[in-house]
């Protein structure tokens, strides 16, 4: 369908990407990998003719159909959402298909008759996809479209491309959804920035590709040790020679004197030989050290209790809230809230934190409580100050101090001066996170913590929630960081619609697998209907 050849995209003098070849066949989904900034955005919009590339060529079948869709992907204006996905996919698709659509991506009981401009910016952004997903299209180019999706919508996004079959390049952080869904790794090189080919799982890529660092590392150091042997003995023969040429018998014994000028010359020769056989050497390039992102988080205990008791709390606001909720939280607890969006996860959040008075009820925070709460907005970051600033006015750190902080939590140098309003979601998020460092929280609120975090920022986290001793509430849609948490309680929220109020209702489950597999079930079922 689409074949890249030695792609080559600059922009002045940065080059982005080089000598990037692949090919891709109706029916195969790539997952395209790489640290964030690498190129995988520009690639994907070369791809897509929304970019020129200056070196290289792409070629295409005739008449193919390629769709980019955004990050930014969402739906806006005041048409109704069957008129909106009509003037997208630009033919009149099923009514009762759409609804299956929707039904899959938790929005069952919206009306097709909705004004786009009545939903959710969640429900925006899924019905945007939806659109997409309807409209005729060869190959698909998708850039983070798991990113504001609930569990229900990504087991359902995963079936609906697998069983559809349909050809996709696809950026995403979203381990658990590359490995359902691709079938080949476009993978980035950091060093090279060109792009090595695979086939197989992402979770298969990943161990592969660990033993081939550890490989690479193992013939280095080996070859290493071996010109270092040959060096050694060139050395010890040219010393030889030398000493030996400079030999004289304390009796004048000519005939042991050549003898040890000849052994000398021998010296010389075999010193010659070793010098050629390091020359002969195919020496390999070190390989790259690649230092793990760690992210140095302890939790400090302080005198008093580091408890939290939720007590018959109603949150919500004028249109919606949720039943009385109790919960105890004693300190080092880890406890997590699944359920679709929308139904009031993070402003339950936002309540426990103090971050807005309960309706009813209340919530009782120890003294010794000491919050780092990462909302899905970064709300509690200031736009227009610097990073620099913003740590300088919440901790006692000096300036140096902020900066080697930084650094550990790999916000690059050049950001830490600029407004954090213009900072990408993930480096904002680890700006948060080196501020908790700072403070050594013991309470932590993650709100989709790993939206915009690229997988090395997201496997760090999932490190530190290992070994982490402080209380953690949870709020995401990563299946892989839901794993590694280790909940000790799991509470699924349902919401329900009566006379005009939606109300959310709160249930302890066994784990967050028993909502996933009953998501399962309900997206087999409905994919029968398209």
């Known amino acids: 369908m689409l074949i890249a050849r030695n792609l080559v995209k600059k922009y002045d003098y940065k080059t982005i990407f080089k000598d990037v070849s692949f090919s891709i066949e ?23 003719r929304i970019e020129e590339y ?34 997208v996919a630009q033919f009149e698709v099923e009514a009762y298909k759409i609804e299956a659509m929707l039904h899959g991506f938790g929005m069952g009981r919206i009306s097709l008759d909705t004004k786009i401009s009545d939903l959710s910016g969640g ?29 229900e919508a990504l087991v359902w996004f995963e079936d609906y491309l697998v069983r559809k079959n349909k050809t996709a390049i696809i950026v995403s952080h979203d381990r658990i959804f590359l490995d359902n869904v691709t079938d080949r790794i476009f993978a980035f090189d950091l060093k090279d920035r060109t792009i090595t080919v695979t086939r197989g799982k992402y979770s298969n890529y990943l161990v592969d590709m660990e033993k081939k660092e ?35 018998p304390n009796d004048n014994d000519k005939i042991l004197r050549g003898f040890k000028r000849n052994r000398a010359a021998r010296s010389g020769r075999e010193a010659q030989v070793f010098i050629r056989r390091i020359g002969r050497i195919d020496r390999m390039d070190q390989p790259l050290e690649k230092v793990s992102l760690t992210i140095p988080l302890d939790a400090e205990q302080e005198r008093g209790s580091a408890d939290i008791e939720v007590i018959k709390m109603v949150t919500g606001y004028e249109t919606f809230s949720t039943e009385p909720i109790t919960l105890d939280i004693p300190y080092g607890t880890r406890i997590g809230f699944v359920g679709r969006n929308g139904t009031g996860k993070s402003t339950i959040l936002k309540t426990i934190v103090g971050g807005r008075e309960p309706k009813e009820g209340e919530v009782v925070r120890g003294q010794g409580v000491r919050i780092g709460n990462v909302t899905q907005e970064h709300d509690n970051l200031s736009s227009k100050d610097t990073s620099l600033k913003f740590l300088k006015n919440n901790t006692t750190f000096r300036e140096h101090e902020i900066y080697n902080l930084l650094k550990k939590f790999g916000v690059d140098e050049d950001y830490i001066k600029q407004p954090i309003g213009i900072l990408s979601s993930g480096t904002k998020t680890r700006l948060l996170l080196a501020l908790f460092a700072a403070q050594s929280v013991n309470v932590l609120v993650l709100d989709e913590p790993t939206n915009h975090l690229d997988i090395e920022a997201i496997e760090a986290l999932e490190n530190l929630l290992e070994t982490y001793e402080g209380t953690v509430i949870l709020v995401t849609h990563d299946r892989a960081l839901l794993e590694h948490t280790k909940l000790d309680k799991t509470y699924m929220l349902t919401k329900e619609v009566d006379s005009g109020m939606e109300k959310t209702t709160v249930k302890k489950i066994k784990s967050y697998t028993e909502y996933v597999a009953e998501t399962e079930k309900t997206a087999e079922k409905l994919m029968r209907i398209i």
């Open 26 to 48: 109706k029916g195969q989904r790539a997952a395209l990998v790489g640290p964030n900034g690498i190129g995988k955005t520009t690639l994907l919009k070369v791809l897509a």
């Open 54 to 87: 200056n070196e290289g060529s792409i070629e295409i079948h005739p008449g193919l159909r390629i769709l980019y869709v955004p990050q930014t992907l969402s739906a806006s204006g005041n048409k109704t959402i069957q008129t909106y996905i009509y003037d």
């Open 123 to 151: 429900q925006k952004r899924k019905v945007a996809l939806i659109a997409t997903l309807l409209t005729p299209a060869d190959l698909y180019l998708f850039d983070e479209p798991t990113n504001d999706l609930d569990i």
């Open 214 to 248: 550890a490989r690479e590392k193992l013939e280095y150091t080996l070859q290493q040790e071996e010109i270092k042997r040959l060096e050694g003995l060139v050395k010890d023969k040219q010393e030889a020679a030398k000493k030996g040429a400079k030999w004289q």
